[in-house]
Nanobody
């Protein structure tokens, strides 16, 4: 599969906002959905949010009410609007399918929340 391409990361202060984008060229996303994952140093990669065909988005408890996942409608572009960012949101963020993520992963985009 072709690697997705993530962008939009950066450094923000606590309480700030960022919007991540994912460009996905593979048609596999239309059947497996799209998901945002993150990996902080020393931690395993975790699913943050996903959007599946015909279903409402779902979110990790740690980001509910703060993050919003959306896509372009054609399963080729996905976004993650992140508001009220906290230092614990610091991680590399990746996009992949919502279920059964494939290899190789993209390079991800670094999000750093620090004062």
């Amino acid at each position: 599969q072709v690697q997705p391409v993530e962008s939009g990361g950066g450094m923000v202060q606590p309480g700030g906002s960022l919007r991540l984008s994912c460009a996905a060229s593979s048609s596999i996303f239309s059947s497996r959905g799209m998901g945002w994952y993150r990996q902080a140093p020393g931690n395993q990669r975790e699913l943050v949010a996903r959007i599946m065909p015909g279903h409402n988005p779902d979110y990790a408890d740690s980001v509910k009410g703060r993050f919003t996942i959306s896509n372009s409608g054609n399963w080729h572009t996905m976004y993650l609007q992140m508001n009220s960012l906290k230092p614990e949101d610091t991680a590399v963020y990746y996009c992949n399918t919502g279920i059964t993520p494939f290899n190789p992963w993209g390079q991800g985009t670094q999000v750093t929340v620090s004062s």
